[in-house]
């Protein structure tokens, strides 16, 4: 433990046991620090089992994305350990960071499509880059258009798809494996409100077939009316950790 | 088939793409490497006629080595095997006293003078044939020495001195290219280098968004290096191209001058194998510019 860190949070943090199996996801004792002092994610503990829906939330700077980083290995902790999927991202290796990735989805603010393919070379490029074939490349990929409804704007390129278009091609991107973790970073931070609702209900589709999915996001409405679970962030901290009517 | 195979045709496929997408950059690299090609290839040319030129010459390169008037043809014969049997040379003739002299009457058409000699004034010699390695100064140099070294030698001609110029001239040409080659190959480089760069930069969302969906660094490397390596044979065969174009223009202009000074005026262009050399020089010059630009911003 981080000395001089309050007690609270790890007390809070400490993981009840939860429906759903093994955790898939595990941070002990995280912190993460940009610049010697200030943190952005300060001992933060936590576990998240198979198949929840977990809402992340706080207030801007409070460490949300950074835990989001922290679990797809954009960035490594400064103390602490995180096992994701059983392995130590932690002290990942160079080569372990594309291995991790291919089994958990993540799905942005700013969408990140790229501009120059379509739609549906968009949603390929998660199966290009397993090296599967180009026959299963075009099937999957259409499947998965189709399942968020955009098989009709197969190709299309993102800027001749609106805002929620876009944000539904990343998500059938960051799907389309069949990852077993999906993280969405305000996933409809760029939406508006009917967008928003056609997008989460995507998200907590995918949770309903056993998809394991934390999402970060600051929209009270939102928690409210899809979380099972919500972490809540403070000043790098992890100062709740609510589920069931807890949450509302 | 196995992953590999399709990730090779996803490589190939994002190189095309890449190339396609930044024309302007990719044409830039492949001039560059053609503008370096033709003074290159062009100098190839240029020593390749020399010596060309200088093994013509030394085909006709020949070295008498005169007898002493006491040497009969047995032991002149004698001689011959022993002139043989020193490094460099290829073949020697024994010519005698008679020989000597009926092929002076056959040059001379039979003139009258000769009908008037009570003796034969010629010597019997021995015509030298160098092998084609030892056709230079150096070595015209030290098989002289070593058949003046033969008792019954008596002197040594040939080997013309004006060929140990044009040796030269030709060893001053080659060393011309070496240097511009070094220097041009420099520049070449620094050059694709960073195009390649630019072009990583220019898709360096593309890169993350790629590293994001679990890339590797092979995944996202590989196709700057075929880039850089579709460039170069491009560049490569353009320059070759360019260069053949200026042969066939520039050669009739010259042909007069070639003949006056040089008594040849049938230059030949690179054989196939070297234009093979300069096409994949190009290749192998793109991609490590690739490799060279990959590595300095740390695609990963």
Do not use: C
Not at chain 1, 119 to 144: D, H, Q, Y
Not at chain 1, 231 to 240: D, S, T, Y
Not at chain 2, 7 to 32: E, H, K, M, P
Not at chain 2, 72 to 87: F, H, K, T, W
């Amino acid at each position: 433990m981080t000395p001089g860190a309050p007690a609270r949070a790890t007390a809070e943090a400490a993981p009840a046991p939860r429906a759903g199996g093994d955790p898939l996801i595990r941070l002990f004792h995280v912190s993460k620090s940009y610049s010697a002092g200030t943190f952005a994610l300060r001992d933060v503990s936590v576990e998240v089992k198979k198949g929840e829906l977990v809402f992340l939330t706080g207030p801007s700077g409070a460490g949300k994305t950074t835990l989001m980083k922290l679990l797809f290995a954009a960035e490594r902790p400064s103390e602490g350990q995180i096992l994701v999927l059983g392995r130590n991202v932690a002290r990942i290796g160079e080569r372990g960071i594309p291995r991790l990735r291919r089994r958990v989805g993540v799905v942005f603010q700013d969408f990140k499509l790229i501009p120059t393919r379509t739609a549906e070379e968009n949603v390929a490029v998660a199966l290009e880059v397993i090296g599967k074939s180009p026959r299963e490349v075009r099937g999957k990929s259409f499947a998965m258009l189709k399942r968020v409804g955009l098989q009709h704007r197969r190709h299309h390129r993102p800027a001749a798809l609106s805002g929620g278009e876009q944000q539904r091609v990343a998500l059938a991107r960051a799907l389309v494996n069949d990852p077993a973790i999906l993280l969405a970073d305000e996933p409809t931070g760029n939406l508006d409100a009917a967008l928003t609702l056609e997008i989460m209900d995507l998200i907590a589709a995918a949770a309903a077939r056993g998809t394991t999915v934390l999402v970060a996001s600051h929209d009270a409405a939102l928690v409210k009316r899809y979380a099972r679970r919500v972490l809540r962030l403070e000043g790098g901290q992890l100062v709740e950790d609510l589920s069931g009517s807890a949450i509302r | 088939m196995t992953p590999i195979v399709f990730q090779l045709y996803y490589f190939v496929r994002a190189a095309i793409a890449g190339l396609r997408g930044s024309r302007l950059t990719t044409v830039v690299s492949i001039a560059t490497i053609a503008v370096a090609v033709i003074p290159l290839g062009g100098l190839w040319v240029v020593t390749g006629n020399m010596r060309a030129l200088l093994d013509q010459f030394g085909n006709e390169l020949q070295l008498t080595a005169f007898l002493d008037a006491k040497v009969r043809s047995d032991a002149g014969r004698s001689l011959a095997a022993r002139a043989a049997a020193i490094p460099g040379v290829e073949r020697v003739e024994f010519v005698s006293q008679e020989q000597a002299l009926e092929r002076f009457r056959a040059r001379l058409g039979g003139s009258a003078l000769l009908e008037a000699l009570e003796a034969n004034p010629l010597p019997a010699s021995l015509a030298i044939a160098l092998a084609p390695d030892h056709r230079t100064p150096e070595a015209v140099a030290a098989v002289s020495e070593a058949l003046h070294a033969l008792s019954g030698v008596e002197d040594v001609a040939g080997g013309e001195s004006w060929i140990e110029g044009y040796g030269r001239a030709l060893r001053l040409v080659r060393s011309a290219g070496i240097g511009l080659g070094v220097v041009l190959a420099l520049a070449t480089l620094l050059i694709i280098t960073n195009t390649i760069r630019l072009a990583v930069y220019a898709r360096r969302d593309e890169l993350e968004i790629l590293a994001l969906v679990g890339a590797s660094r092979t995944f996202l490397r590989v196709p700057f290096l075929i880039e850089g390596l579709l460039q170069g044979a491009v560049g490569g065969l353009l320059g070759v191209g360019l260069l053949f174009a200026i042969f066939h223009v520039a050669v009739p202009q010259l042909r007069d001058a070639l003949e006056l000074f040089l008594g040849w005026s049938d230059p030949a262009f690179l054989s196939p194998r070297n234009v093979g050399i300069l096409v994949s020089g190009g290749a192998a010059f793109g991609l490590t510019g690739a490799a060279a630009a990959v590595a300095a911003t740390r695609v990963s």
